[in-house]
């Protein structure tokens, strides 16, 4: 009897640079990005690569997430390039850890 094997593939990360498509400036509320990173970041968290669509709450599971965080960093906290869109889980997993890879400086393959 034929055994059918399921093979999980590991969520597959870029070896590119993250390159930001867009830099709108002037919002002072960093959550008037989220229009702008969704798209950036292709709908997917940034971190587990989950899709919107697979999402049960859809974008409103989705937050922006600041790669350097505001607590430590007030001024750059409106700043596009220091914005990336992860699932709110990724987000509060990530809180206040500094010295997280900037997938716009590195990639994120070398290291998940």
Not at 17 to 34: C, D, E, I
Not at 95 to 100: G, T
Request: charged residues 25%; aromatic residues 10%.
């Amino acid at each position: 009897m034929d055994e059918k094997v399921l093979v999980v593939q590991p969520f597959v990360y870029s070896s590119e640079l993250h390159v930001h498509r867009h830099g709108p400036r002037g919002y002072t509320n960093s959550q008037h990005f989220k229009p702008w990173l969704r798209d950036d970041f292709q709908f997917r968290c940034v971190y587990c690569l989950v899709r919107e669509r697979w999402h049960p709450d859809g974008d409103s599971g989705f937050s922006v997430e600041h790669l350097r965080p505001r607590t430590k960093s007030p001024e750059v906290t409106s700043e596009y390039d220091n914005l990336l869109y992860a699932c709110c889980r990724c987000n509060a997993a990530k809180q206040d850890l500094e010295d997280i890879v900037d997938p716009t400086i590195e990639p994120l393959s070398g290291h998940l």
